[in-house]
């Protein structure tokens, strides 16, 4: 029997093909990939928020008892400024007070009376207060008139009440900052003297802006202070000027209305008065 025969009874072997056969220079004993461990890539976890308060610490203890006080010196500055605010805008305008004034030099008192009712601002109260007066035969004008201006020198000294400690916020505050600039250069320079030889240069630079630090605290609340402050003067200066001026019309002849001619004779009077003053 042939060699090449196969025998009967059993199935022909299949030859190898070229996928079963390995291939020339690879590793036999290289491990699959998908048997290979996979790697375990820990997860991010959320990232925490900064701790403010723990910074606020430090940066209390960097700049020491003098941003302290400017601290608390920009508190109370705030609320002043606050306060002002809230005072001002329940005063609200002066448009009906003018419009009363009006009234009153045509001859309409009741009228302007009404209209200054339950008015806030002071320069309507103290308008009101001048027109009932000039009503009153038992008030001579020069006693009204002082009357008049001992309330209108309370009323502003109401209006002008906080911006004293404001003006000494903005004014101290700088200074506050460059004496703790001072004080924490004085620092620095003890600190490089006990190095000795071995100076660090960290150690000035790090005295430094720590110094430096209370003189931005310093400026940071000498500079809305002093804003505030003016403005708030020049409002209280507004409001004085306008209650000046609405008291004295009630005193006063509005020219701008057309009146009666003085007579040729009357005329000649008052030129003659006038001479006689001048000599």
């Known amino acids: 029997m042939d060699e090449t025969e ?18 020339e220079g690879a590793d036999s004993g290289a491990l699959d990939v998908a048997d290979a461990p996979l790697l375990e890539v820990p997860e991010a976890g959320p990232v925490s928020e900064p701790d403010f308060l723990q910074q606020a610490l430090q940066f209390l203890d960097a700049g020491g008892p003098v941003v302290v006080i400017l601290l608390v010196m920009s508190v109370v500055a705030l609320a002043i400024i606050l306060v002002k605010l809230w005072q001002f805008l329940r005063l609200g305008s002066t448009a009906k007070a003018q419009r009363a004034a009006s009234l009153y030099r045509a001859g309409r008192t009741e ?17 009101a207060l001048a027109i009932g007066g000039r009503e009153r035969a038992d008030v001579s004008e020069t006693r009204l008139r002082e009357e008049l201006a001992r309330l209108g020198s309370d009323q502003v000294e109401s209006l002008r009440g906080g911006l004293k400690a404001l003006e000494v916020i903005g004014g101290l505050a700088p200074l506050l900052g460059l004496f703790g600039t001072v004080l924490g250069m004085i620092a620095a320079f003890q600190a490089m003297e006990q190095a000795g030889n071995q100076v660090d240069p960290s150690i000035l630079s790090g ?8 003189t931005a605290v310093g400026l940071a609340v000498a ?23 609405l008291v004295t019309q009630v005193f006063t002849v509005d020219l701008s209305r057309p009146g009666r001619q003085a007579a040729p004779h009357e005329a000649q009077s008052a030129r003659l008065r006038l001479h006689a003053a001048g000599e």
């Open 207 to 214: 005295g430094i802006w720590e110094a430096l630090l209370t």
């Open 223 to 245: 500079i809305p202070a002093v804003a505030a402050h003016n403005w708030l003067e020049r409002r209280v200066e507004r409001i004085t000027q306008e209650m000046e001026s």
């Open 111 to 127: 009228e302007a009376l009404a209209a200054l009712g339950g008015q806030r601002s002071p320069a309507a109260q103290l308008l």
């Open 6 to 23: 196969v025998p009967s009874g059993q199935p022909p072997e299949e030859a190898p093909t070229s996928d079963a056969l390995p291939a």
